[in-house]
T-cell receptor
């Protein structure tokens, strides 16, 4: 199993550009989530999904969209990037059906200039 | 609302010394508690978890944690650290149940093990 994969590893965007961060897992996990990590802030939940077709907002959802058309994939879209979205983004999945025991991807480092 | 407080942002220790990383949570209901570790430039890895049962939980790499309900704490300990334990450690607690379950993280503690 590849586990949780994320692409790209690094990305530089200009303010106002859009892009999609990809996340995929091959463990048949129902629960998937996106976090952003900023220095001194820990990880903050952006959006999460408890299964295909079901998504919900986390703590910091503004400026981000998600969809979940398959169990495997959970892309995160930035519609109009802002410098405040400069961060490291982690995708995670869980087999427990809930938020417990999440497996994390390697992360995407995004810089918005 | 549930929250997690990691009392130390940075902890420097010497190799082979014991270490305790402190975590307190606020909750009025049953909780599930976790410690994750993040090595430099990597994702997070589950170190240990408390779901129910024994309050002393053993994890990977010789770490353990004790769930103390009366003090709402879940401190992480290791009796003798190695250079390779240098990493950032995050305490986390679940909030909600079922379809609305989420994980709330503390702000992290950077452990630096010096020779």
């Amino acid at each position: 199993n590849a586990g949780v994969t994320q692409t790209p590893k690094f990305q530089v965007l200009k303010t106002g550009q859009s892009m999609t961060l990809q996340c995929a897992q091959d463990m048949n996990h129902e629960y998937m989530s996106w976090y952003r990590q900023d220095p001194g802030m820990g990880l903050r939940l952006i959006h999460y999904s408890v299964g295909a077709g079901i998504t919900d907002q986390g703590e910091v959802p503004n400026g981000y969209n998600v969809s979940r058309s398959t169990t495997e994939d959970f892309p995160l879209r930035l519609l109009s990037a802002a410098p405040s979205q400069t961060s490291v983004y982690f995708c995670a999945s869980s087999y427990s059906g809930g938020a417990r025991e999440q497996y994390f991807g390697p992360g995407t480092r995004l810089t918005v200039t | 609302a549930q929250s997690v407080t990691q009392l130390d942002s940075q902890v420097p220790v010497f190799e082979e010394a014991p270490v305790e990383l402190r975590c307190n949570y606020s909750s009025s209901v049953s909780v599930y508690l976790f410690w994750y570790v993040q090595y430099p430039n990597q994702g997070l890895q589950l170190l240990l978890k408390y779901l129910s049962g024994s309050t002393l939980v053993k994890g990977i790499n010789g770490f353990e944690a004790e769930f103390n309900k009366s003090q709402t704490s879940f401190h992480l300990r290791k009796p003798s650290v190695h250079i390779s334990d240098t990493a950032e450690y995050f305490c986390a607690v679940t909030v909600g149940r079922g379809g609305s379950e989420k994980l709330v993280f503390g702000k992290g503690t950077k452990l630096t093990v010096n020779p």
